[in-house]
């Protein structure tokens, strides 16, 4: 079997496959047909047969063949904050998630360190079974005050906190109709459950209200999933509009907050702030504290019974430890700073409405972004993004290009996340050197039909 394959590991049947899907990355192009397999011999299976890994190796030799080095997985020395080092170098930062410029606060850091002291490194245990300590209560107390819902409780994981609720609240006869861009641990948590995923265009609540419409009736019970603040795109729902095509077909409302909170409103509560909605009218707070939380994990905020509920029936809660104490320390200190300090949630929405102006009037195509922390630049072709990002690497900028198919080809972009933390002249300063070397990666030809037809051919070396 090794035999029939090539360089790659890839037969040729799966070469074909890839190629075809490579090929269908261009605007326009045909889908794929779906995959017929085989093989059903004796001898080991290796991971190396997975088209997913095969995939990776094409992509690193198209990297290779463009000359891009691999954005991804670099090396961080220390604190990412406004500014990084990666080998001995200093980069301006656009690529963390720290919104409100908390990471690395010696408060924090206090806080996490006493934590530890006071109840060690882990709480060994689950919750209901000789996990809980005063401090998850705490914490728990504090998102739930912040987003002005009776109860909360907190999870080990961000995307593990969508999986294993939405997996668990919905089953078999239910609906869940969710954002086309909905984040992967949403279409994973949906995909759990077993429930109809019925996805509408990003932001289109006509469209939501619709498909809901035609659903509802055929199922038990229904979910309709939003993000408070698109994390590709920067873009932000109708919030009240959701609201009430949920009450129209009695269907729980989920938000999943974890680009909006320390972002969106005044002081950094999210969505219900900036929307000016009642926040006990969405069902289903959810949110990350990876973000400007600055540790890790995941919670879901809203009322008592449903609470009560995941705390005993998820089993992403029931059976999985609780959450360490220094992290669940480090986003109570946060949220603590982030209610007495909201001069930091202006500062990264004045940063990012800054970068949001230069950028668009130097002609980029920022998408839909509000400019309130994430600012895509889409490029339209994942070579272009790739050569981009690479070309401000060279001039000291961190910045991820984020490619197909993580977006579709034409939707292949950079990424700049804004914090608190970055300076005017720091936002001016990247906005020039982005405008530059857009305009020289612009100028250059991008060719997929000869990255296509090198992949082949380098394919077809080793057959
Ligand atoms: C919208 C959204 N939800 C959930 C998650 C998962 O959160 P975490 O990274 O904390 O696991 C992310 C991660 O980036 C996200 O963007």
């Known amino acids: 079997m090794e035999s029939s394959r090539n360089l790659f590991g890839l037969t040729a049947q799966a070469k074909a496959r890839l190629l075809e899907k490579l090929a269908a990355a261009r605007p326009g192009a045909a889908a794929s047909e779906p995959e017929v397999v085989g093989d059903t011999g004796g001898g080991r299976l290796a991971i190396t047969e997975l088209d997913g890994y095969r995939e990776l190796r094409v992509i690193a030799e198209a990297g290779d063949y463009l000359g891009i080095a691999n954005p991804f ?17 200093t980069y301006l930062n656009f690529a963390s998630y720290n919104y409100i410029g908390l990471n690395g606060d010696p408060r924090i850091a206090a806080a996490a ?19 809980e300590r005063p401090i998850h209560r705490e914490l728990e107390a504090a998102l739930a005050r912040l987003h002005g819902t009776e109860d909360a409780v907190v999870l080990v994981g961000g995307h593990s906190t969508n999986v294993t609720v939405i997996g668990h609240l919905l089953g078999r006869n239910d609906v869940i109709v969710h954002d086309s861009l909905i984040h992967n641990s949403i279409v994973q948590g949906a995909i759990l459950s077993g429930a109809r995923r019925v996805p509408f265009p990003h932001l289109d609540h006509a469209a939501a209200d619709r498909l809901l419409g035609q659903a509802r009736g055929r199922h038990g019970h229904a979910l309709l ?10 873009d932000v729902p109708d919030l009240a509009a959701f609201v009430a095509i949920a009450r129209k077909h009695r269907a729980w409302l989920m938000v999943d907050e974890a680009h909006a909170l320390g972002v969106l409103g005044t002081r950094g509560f ?45 089993p992403g809660f ?11 320390a480090t986003s109570l200190a946060a949220l603590d700073i982030l209610e007495r300090e909201p001069e930091r949630v202006a500062a990264v929405n004045a940063r990012a409405a800054l970068f949001l102006r230069l950028v668009r009037e ?9 400019g309130a922390a994430i600012v895509p630049v889409i490029t339209g072709s994942s070579i272009r993004a790739g050569r981009l990002a690479h070309a401000l ?14 977006v579709p080809e034409r939707a292949a972009r950079l990424r700049f996340f804004l ?37 082949g051919r380098r394919m077809t070396e080793a057959e």
């Open 393 to 406: 690497f060279e001039r000291g900028i961190n910045v991820q290009p984020i490619l197909y198919p993580a």
């Open 113 to 131: 360190k006493a934590a530890i002291d006071r109840y060690g490194t882990s709480v060994s245990a689950s919750r209901p079974v000789s996990g």
């Open 318 to 328: 029931v059976f999985s430890v609780g959450m360490a104490p220094a992290a669940a």
């Open 270 to 314: 999210g969505s219900a702030e900036r929307a000016g909605v009642d926040p006990r009218e969405v069902d289903i707070w959810m949110g990350t504290l990876s973000k400007s939380l600055v540790s890790c994990g995941g919670y879901i905020a809203g009322s008592r019974d449903l609470i009560e509920y995941l705390k005993h029936m998820a």
């Open 73 to 89: 997985f670099r090396m961080h020395e220390g604190i990412a904050g406004a500014e990084t080092v990666i080998g001995n170098r």
């Open 362 to 370: 130097g002609g980029l195509d920022v998408g839909g972004s509000v």
């Open 419 to 455: 914090t608190a933390a970055h300076s005017e002249d720091q936002v001016r300063q990247a906005a020039a050197i982005l405008l530059d070397e857009h305009r020289k990666v612009m100028a250059e030809p991008t060719d997929m039909i000869a990255l296509t037809r090198h992949l």
């Open 225 to 234: 999933v939003i993000e408070g603040h698109y994390s590709m795109d920067g």
